[in-house]
């Protein structure tokens, strides 16, 4: 009995001990210490373990980092102290930590990235997106028909339009033309659709409706979206720019739109429907000089829109590029965001990161961030729609870009981490990573009311054919 006793003492007084060291500074750190680290060049990064004792750390390719400023492999550190790793050209490299020289402690693989620095936007811009062919967003009944032509002939709902007779489409006027070409001519057309990334034929047949004395094929489609958002930034070097921040979808099918070409021009904050608990605001706003062409839309991917702008953007706060952050970089805490709330002035306002989400892979709400800012809280209600793709700024660097708004607290929102936009803006590589869906519309130009962000944008539908 008495050694029973004493056995479970011990096993008592080591659970404590190591509940105890688990607490202390040097075994947070030391688990906190990481063995993946990506840096941009240039960069220095402090490491901290905050061990009694001395290693030395070896370097496999010291031309891309180096240790407490020398190239020379291995060198001798103390670990009570903190130590510097400098980042000097792009490539990848291996540390390798021995206590006392000899035992083999800590590996870290280090990834160094070209130095990335864009001008931040905020500045509120109108948005026109052209799809790649013609959107079939609906079927319809042809007079005494059961099924509609187009159902017929096998066209579904997020099918896209891309050539009838041989002839690429462009718009919605071409479709209505060839139908009453055809349908005149007492003829099948020959169409080649997109589904789902694959192409496929079907053969439609144009029914007359003779109310109208019309031939029509019994489709809803549309060609193109229109509506305001927030610009994200601007890359001088490459002359490209990041908006939005989110995928522009149909309000119909609710599938992202095939970026077929499309425009940003200037707009002008007109007024601002306050954001109310379980009822988003909207940022309510016109074009304008609609002929000076900010820049062409070349992709609508699912981080926002992305394409070609050749003079950097006026208005803006900043006039010279800013570095950017990685995602690991990002710290819950102040930070500010830059957007347009009235007229075409960009300003700041005081946000609070209150949680991260920590992605290995591109994905959106990366961020939950809260507006504290009394000034835009008494304007907006907090986040509303048409600020998506505001900058998220935090100690000087850009960290990121708003993209949602909570339905009932109105004061936050999610964002995404830059890094992914800047990917597909093709700024930085993608280093391998693979992004996940996020299907998020633009707010709309028509003044109406809205239950959440996934309203769709100022879309056109044809009438019926």
Excluded at 14 to 28: E, I, K, Q, W
Excluded at 34 to 61: H, I, Q, W, Y
Excluded at 381 to 390: C, H, K, L, R, Y
Aim: a positive charge; glycine letters at 10%.
């Amino acid at each position: 009995m008495g050694h029973k006793k004493r056995t479970k003492w011990v096993g008592l007084l080591l659970v404590f001990l190591l509940a105890l060291g688990s607490m202390s500074t040097p075994f947070r750190q030391f688990m906190a210490f990481p063995s993946e680290m990506r840096l941009f060049s240039g960069n220095l990064k402090e490491m901290r373990l905050s061990l009694p004792a001395t290693a030395t750390v070896t370097v496999s390719d010291p031309k891309v980092i180096e240790v407490n400023g020398t190239r020379r492999t291995p060198v001798r550190i103390d670990l009570s102290r903190p130590f510097t790793l400098l980042s000097k050209q792009m490539g990848k490299t291996q540390l390798t930590l021995r206590l006392f020289g000899k035992l083999p402690f800590k590996k870290l693989n280090v990834s160094v990235l070209p130095d990335i620095r864009v001008i931040p936007g905020g500045q509120s811009i109108g948005v026109k997106l052209k799809s790649n062919g013609v959107l079939v967003v609906g079927h319809h009944f042809v007079q005494g028909m059961k099924k509609s032509p187009g159902e017929k002939a096998d066209i579904r709902v997020g099918d896209y339009i891309l050539q009838m007779d041989g002839t690429p489409i462009r718009h919605m006027g071409q479709v209505a033309r060839m139908v009453e070409k055809a349908g005149k001519e007492k003829r099948p057309i020959r169409v080649v659709l997109s589904r789902n990334g694959h192409r496929k034929k079907a053969t439609l047949r144009p029914v007359l409706d003779s109310k109208e004395n019309t031939y029509r094929i019994g489709l809803y489609i549309r060609d193109s979206a229109a509506g305001v958002g927030t610009l994200t930034f601007y890359d001088p070097q490459k002359r490209v720019f990041g908006a939005l921040g989110h995928v522009i979808t149909d309000m119909d099918t609710g599938q992202p739109i095939k970026a077929g070409g499309g425009k940003v021009v200037h707009s002008n904050v007109t007024s601002i429907q306050k954001g109310a608990t379980g009822e988003p605001g909207e940022k309510r706003a016109i074009f304008f000089r609609e002929n000076q062409v900010l820049g062409s839309i070349l992709n609508n991917t699912r981080f926002g829109v992305f394409g070609k702008m050749k003079n950097q953007p006026e208005s803006g706060l900043y006039h010279h590029p800013v570095p950017v952050a990685l995602a690991e970089e990002v710290k819950e805490g102040p930070a500010e965001i830059l957007t347009v709330v009235e007229g075409q002035k960009v300003k700041r306002y005081d946000i609070e990161i209150v949680h991260l989400i920590h992605q290995k892979f591109p994905a959106t709400k990366g961020m939950i961030i809260k507006i504290t800012d009394p000034e835009l809280l008494k304007k907006t209600g907090g986040i509303v729609q048409g600020m998506s793709g505001s900058p998220i700024m935090q100690n000087g660097k850009m960290v990121g870009a708003v993209t949602h708004v909570f339905v009932n607290d109105p004061t936050s929102g999610y964002g995404t981490y830059i890094e992914w936009m800047l990917q597909d803006a093709g700024v930085m590589q993608s280093a391998g990573l693979e992004k996940s869906p996020l299907f998020l519309s633009l707010k709309t130009v028509i003044y109406r009311k809205k239950s959440s962000f996934k309203e769709g944008m100022q879309q056109r539908t044809v009438e019926p054919l």
